[in-house]
């Protein structure tokens, strides 16, 4: 890393990282316990995960806006030794951070089939429904300030995750068109001009 320059992830990338892991294996554990009566019956774990599905999107979309728009507000510039991270590496290593949690939810969303038949699965994809509704909604916040929010690679927890929480003291903002990742985190569809 050039002297006094920052590795940067983007912000909208580390949120959405989860998103897929979680709604795949959720829908897997509910694809996989729906033919499992359970205690409750089938009726009655696809309602009451259909619920939980709602919940959780609900709650992980919204949840810390406030900490992410007070760090957004008071976000500088990125300055022109800061290393910009691929949208590859920040999604791996969140990945690889999180697989034994993954793996751990996933067991247990399959256990879960025996008393509630798909309910547990169904909570999990709706996680992941929220990681991508809240990296779409930081995506619309980058788009409306015309610049990308990147934190500080250090900052982060040791798992590669958490780009709002105590340890973070603030972001760097760069012009949109910066890193491979559109805004909300998404790969580009064609390459940026700069």
């Not at 929220?130 to 040791?158: C, M, N, T, Y």
């Amino acid at each position: 890393m050039a002297r006094g320059g920052q590795g940067l992830a983007r912000v909208a990338v580390v949120v959405r990282a989860g998103a897929a892991p979680l709604w795949w294996l959720g829908v897997l554990a509910a694809g996989i316990g729906l033919p499992v009566p359970g205690l409750t019956g089938r009726r009655i774990g696809v309602l009451a995960g259909a619920a939980l599905f709602l919940v959780a999107a609900a709650v992980v979309a919204c949840v810390r806006r406030k900490r992410y728009t007070a760090l957004a507000g008071s976000a500088a510039r990125a300055g022109k030794h800061d290393v910009l991270q691929d949208r590859a590496v920040t999604v791996r290593n969140w990945r690889r951070g999180h697989r034994w949690w993954l793996l751990l939810a996933f067991l247990a969303a399959l256990a879960a089939t025996f008393a509630v038949p798909a309910a547990a699965g169904l909570l999990m994809a709706g996680c992941g429904v929220g990681l991508w509704l809240k990296s779409a909604w930081i995506g619309r916040r980058e788009q409306a300030g015309d610049a990308l929010l990147w934190v500080r690679v250090d900052w982060l927890a040791p798992d590669a995750g958490r780009p709002a929480g105590k340890t973070v003291k603030a972001y760097r903002s760069t012009g949109i068109a910066a890193g491979d990742a559109a805004p909300g985190g998404a790969r580009r569809k064609t390459p940026a001009l700069v």
